[in-house]
């Protein structure tokens, strides 16, 4: 039997023309489909675990006394009107603060925390009555040498302070003690790292990684009462704080 082939204008064969798509479209989809694999398998593909084989903990602690401290103190007035409420505080808020700065409180460490004007009533018989107004003006105080909160105290109630919060001991850089307590921390983690891999028949090597886990400050408060109620102000101690670090390192094991 004869195959009939025509010929195009061009010369070539129809015939093959059309093979030579679909070889074409072949190859294209083939492609397209291992480039598919090729990407679900790199997205499949896990995470190289890290190269630490000992992994441990180290602490530092270190204690160090506070070297400010920061108090509220404030006083609160009572009156018929609102007015006469704001100045009678004003008045008295003039002498607290007048106090302060001859405590040898600097005017920039006196700062006014909260102020406020509100109406006093009265229920009787389950109906409110107003019966005046209150005037409440409260500063935070920081106090530059600490053996001097007692005194400040002291002079804070002397000057009719009727509102006196709490007592806080600060650090005021606690970064630099912080760093100490990582270097501690790192040589805690040494120290165990050095004994499991002791144990373990290991040599052990460098650090691979670190993570700091908590750095803790504490910051205590000495709670007081109200002004009114103290005879004279309680013997302060500032004592010491205790700062923590906790981290976990990850060491290599050596080859």
Same mark, same amino acid.
């Given at each position: 039997m004869t195959t009939a082939i025509v010929v195009s204008p061009h010369g070539e064969s129809l015939k093959h023309r059309v093979l030579f798509r679909r070889l074409q479209r072949a190859c294209i989809l083939c492609s397209a489909a291992v480039l598919a694999a090729t990407i679900q398998a790199r997205a499949q593909e896990a995470k190289p675990a890290p190269e630490a084989r000992i992994v441990v903990v180290g602490d530092g602690d270190i204690s160090v006394a506070p070297d400010y401290a920061r108090i509220s103190a404030g006083v609160t007035s009572r009156a018929k009107t609102a007015r006469e409420a704001a100045e009678a505080n004003s008045k008295a808020m003039a002498g607290l603060i007048a106090a302060l700065t001859g405590?040898?409180?600097d005017q920039k460490d006196i700062q006014t925390s909260r102020f406020s004007v509100q109406p006093v009533y009265n229920s009787t018989n389950s109906e409110l009555k107003l019966t005046g107004f209150s005037a409440s003006n409260q500063v935070s105080?920081?106090?530059r040498q600490i053996?001097?909160?007692?005194?400040?105290?002291?002079?804070? @109630?002397? %000057? !009719?302070?009727t509102d006196v919060g709490s007592v806080e001991f600060l650090h005021s850089d606690t970064?630099?003690?912080?760093?100490r307590e990582r270097e501690a921390a790192m040589a805690d983690a040494r120290r165990k790292a050095e004994v499991y891999a002791h144990a373990a028949g290991l040599t052990l090597g460098g650090v691979a990684w670190v993570t700091e886990d908590s750095a803790q400050v504490p910051m205590p408060k000495v709670a007081m009462a109200r002004a009114s109620t103290l005879p004279a102000?309680?013997? @302060?101690? %500032? !004592?010491e704080d205790t700062l923590h670090v906790h981290i976990t390192v990850g060491y290599d094991i050596a080859r």
């Open positions: 405590a040898g409180i105080v920081t106090i053996d001097k909160v007692s005194d400040v105290l002291d002079k804070v @109630i002397t %000057a !009719g302070a970064a630099k003690v912080l760093d102000p309680p013997p @302060i101690a %500032a !004592g």
